[in-house]
């Protein structure tokens, strides 16, 4: 049997990072709310932070050691299934992979130790430094994996010599075009990502009755941040793309599947809603569209013209359909993001958000919703790359190992295996210490005191606990 | 090759250095927790289990960090001998990491399961053995060399797995457990630690066996190392290392005997300390033996120093709080400490 091995090298980074890729968001947030609830509880003196802050840390714990080790995969990969683009890249790549190991990836993991084993063994300052320094390196290895990310994206600030890249200006290699709304983007999208996962577990608690007091807590420390970071987000997001427009057009006209040049359809471009992209004839069928909005969501004017994919020779195109499909779904749960934390702030805002059933019911189970816009960004944005690795640069089945296929289908296998184990383990684990809820978090656990039961959540119950507690 | 002492002479050689000290600190630090896990099968119950493993559980992803430096280190420094030796060690390396997911997660994933503790004990066993194991291949494979033409790794995906390199993954399996038994009697007590102490007695001289073997074989099967060693005058500047080696192991093994804690821990990291220094000797200068140097491989000198700069300032200041929360968590393991 034959494998292609730039196929099943591709298939296999993109599943390992795409597995990767949701741990890091997760805990880039959930280390920075860590370390909020900290430092509110030492500024309030109100246990109630401290115990949330213990809770969240177990589900840390779990969720960092599955993307460190994640993590580990890829760092390893550039070499394994991509060794010609670590060679052509290296010089640059390589110093920006260094500095995240040195400035953070130390840093969190030392610190992990004080912060997980400590709570009993340090005093309550250092404690909490400890807290802010996993959160400070969980971000600052944002910063360095997105320059590196950026650069392959939009090259800067190097020079080819024999076909290798060669740094000329470091500043411009870190702080390359996309760099700074590729890093905004990102770090903000952790932010949401674990701002409903709380949002997510506090409306589980609240609805349930159980944990009534932290359940708010979470509820409104998230509802605050979503209200506000949402729209910021669309409003980073528009800056990206217009970035995007600038310095990968052909990514841009993927995304939007637009064929033919704004001349061929009377000047302006239209927004695709939906089509189903035809590789083939150039063109989309059943498409949906509205006429100018393209333009002036792209170009932010009426007329404003955009570069068809037929402008670019056909070995320079990306595929369409999968950045096409996957901004959608990241446009469309953006936007109900949005909708989401303003309403909820509205409910907040009048007193009715932990009594409003039709609003706390579907939450919990929205927790996934940061998690699946993450991956279409980032389909969106890696798929759009192609077919480079080192955009202009260096094309992608020119970067691949000299491995043989057989090895890399072998390891394409043990990988989906042992990623299936051990993930779906993780996130089993994860939802059962939600379950438990934070009072097995606290400092020394009662014996022998059941969790509220779940008959509680009968809305008489909860309306009295609600009136106790408010 | 050229005799041009200048820049571009010291920054590879400054780099293998660093290099060479990245692999050797994470060589003890996650052998010890390693060697914690190889030797998980053999504890007497599930609560000197709890007890082994709660006396890594603050340092493990640290220690696992340096692996990610060494991989770094060698793309920054050295991208073109990554390039060849990635690809060359393919198999390896991702057996080597796959074993490293199921064993970083067993340590989260073991506190929280009941029922299904016992499968994450195995994972969390087999897990570091196989890396050990997996470890000690990758260096064998190496020290054995690589097939290289044009600039790339020209061989087969199986090239690696010779008698040689398979001898070295259980060679390096029986060092971690012998590290980690060591680290076991300083940080445990009672029953546990008199286990541990009971072990390291008879891993060492199995280690100094496997020592015995790669040293012989590597002249014998390499002639370019036997040139190394064998010809004066460096045999008269390279007896020490062996030397050195056999009195080492006799005060450790003098050092478990007497009772002491700390001592044989300490022994145990110069044994490999010294091992190491000796495959260095072997190899040094090539990076891609016997095809590449240090400075045939070395990235452009601008990328060496950008990265140097940052590493002088950043070093210690990483050592100064490692070595912090090594302090900070010193002594025997508290029971039933943590966020668990």
Redesign the interface.
């Known amino acids: 049997m034959e494998f292609d091995p730039i196929l099943l090298a591709r298939i296999q980074f993109a599943f390992t990072v795409s597995f990767h890729v949701i741990f890091p968001s997760f805990t880039i947030g959930l280390a920075a709310y860590i370390a909020t609830l900290e430092v509110l509880w030492i500024a309030t003196g109100h246990e109630r932070y401290h115990r949330i802050a ?1 809770f969240f ?2 589900i840390f ?2 969720s ?3 993307g ?6 890829l ?2 990969q ?3 299934n991509w ?2 683009f ?2 052509v890249g ?6 920006l ?7 953070a ?3 969190e ?6 912060m ?7 005093p309550r300052g250092l404690h909490v430094f400890a807290c802010v320094m996993v959160a400070a390196g969980t971000s600052l290895s944002a910063f360095w994996i997105l320059a590196a990310n950026s650069w392959m994206q939009t090259p800067a600030g190097y020079e080819l010599i024999d076909g ?1 890249a ?3 200006d ?1 500043l411009t290699v870190i702080f390359n075009p996309s760099f700074p709304y590729r890093f905004a983007h990102m770090v903000t999208a952790c932010y949401l990502t674990t701002a409903f996962v709380v949002l997510a577990v506090g409306a589980r608690y609240v609805y349930a009755g159980r944990y009534p007091e932290d359940g708010r807590t979470m509820m409104r420390m998230a509802i605050g941040l979503i209200a506000i970071l949402a729209p910021v987000q669309a409003f980073i997001g528009d800056s990206h793309g217009l970035n995007t427009l600038e310095h990968q057009p052909a990514k841009i006209a993927a995304i939007e599947a637009h064929w033919g040049s704004s001349e061929d359809i009377g000047g302006s471009v239209p927004l695709v809603l939906f089509a189903i992209p035809n590789e083939e004839t150039e063109t989309n069928d059943y498409q949906i569209e509205i006429p100018y909005l393209g333009s002036l969501i792209l170009t932010h004017s009426l007329d404003g013209k955009i570069k068809g994919l037929k402008e670019f020779a056909r070995e320079d195109r990306p595929p369409v359909a999968i950045p096409f499909f996957a901004f959608r779904i990241m446009v469309g749960l953006g936007l109900l993001m949005i909708a989401v934390g303003w309403l909820g702030a509205f409910l907040l805002w009048r007193r009715r958000l932990f009594e409003t059933d039709w609003y706390l019911a579907p939450l919990q189970h929205i927790w996934p919703i940061g998690f699946v816009t993450i991956l279409a960004g980032w389909f969106v944005t890696e798929v759009g790359r192609q077919p480079y690795v080192i955009y202009g640069v260096l094309r992608t089945e020119d970067a691949i ?4 296929g ?2 890399l289908a ?2 394409l296998a ?2 989906v295996l ?2 299936a184990v ?1 993930f779906s ?2 996130i089993y ?1 994860i939802n ?2 939600i379950a438990k809820g934070p009072e097995g ?1 606290a400092l020394d656990p009662p014996e022998g005191v059941p969790n509220r039961p779940l008959a509680s959540a009968h809305k008489a119950t909860r309306a009295a606990i609600n009136a106790r507690e408010e | 090759m050229a005799i041009t002492v200048g820049m571009e002479w010291y920054l590879p050689v400054i780099w293998s250095l660093l290099l060479a000290v990245a692999i050797a600190m994470y060589v003890v630090l996650d052998g010890f927790d390693l060697g914690m896990g190889i030797l998980f099968p053999f504890a007497a119950n599930d609560r000197e289990r709890d007890q082994m493993m709660n006396s890594v559980a603050p340092f493990w992803d640290g220690n696992e960090t340096w692996l990610v430096l060494g991989g770094g280190g060698l793309l920054v420094a050295f991208p073109l001998a990554y390039s060849i030796v990635m690809p060359a060690l393919y198999l390896p390396v991702i057996f080597m990491l796959l074993a490293l997911v199921f064993r970083g997660v067993a340590f989260e994933f073991r506190h929280v399961a009941d029922t299904s503790r016992y499968l994450w004990s195995i994972s969390f066993a087999g897990g570091s053995t196989l890396a050990a194991f997996f470890q000690g291949v990758l260096l064998g494979g190496f020290v054995q060399g690589i097939k290289v033409e044009n600039n790339a790794f020209a061989g087969g995906p199986l090239d690696w797995a010779t008698p040689f390199a398979l001898v070295c993954g259980v060679a390096v399996v029986a060092g971690y457990a012998l590290i980690g038994s060591v680290w076991l009697v300083m940080k445990t007590e009672g029953a546990a630690a008199e286990r541990a102490r009971a072990r390291a007695k008879v891993l060492l001289p199995a280690v100094l066996v496997f020592m015995a073997i790669v040293s012989l074989w590597t002249p014998i099967a390499f002639p370019r190392i036997a040139e190394r060693w064998f010809t004066t005058p460096n045999l008269f500047y390279l007896a020490p290392v062996p030397l050195i080696t056999l009195a080492l192991a006799y005060g450790v093994w003098r050092w478990l005997e007497k009772g002491y804690e700390h001592l044989p821990f300490f022994g145990v990291i110069g044994l490999f300390l010294l091992g190491y220094l000796g495959i260095g000797i072997s190899i040094f200068p090539y990076l891609i033996p016997p095809t590449l140097t240090v400075w045939e491989t070395a990235a452009a000198p601008a990328s060496q120093i950008f990265m140097l700069i940052g590493t002088v300032f950043l070093l210690p200041i990483i050592l100064g709080y490692i070595v912090f929360v090594y302090w900070l968590f010193r002594g025997k393991v508290r029971e039933g400490e943590g966020y668990h």
């Open positions: 213990r840390t177990k714990a779990v960092f050691a599955m460190v080790v994640s993590g580990i995969v760092s390893y550039f070499g394994t060794s010609r670590a060679h290296g010089n640059v790549i390589g110093p992979i260094g500095y995240e190991v040195l400035t990836f130390f840093l993991a030392t610190f992990l130790g004080i997980l084993f400590g709570w009993n063994r340090v290798i060669h740094p000329t470091w190992s000299p491995v043989a057989w090895a072998t390891s043990l990988f042992v990623y051990v383990g993780g684990y059962r210490l978090a």
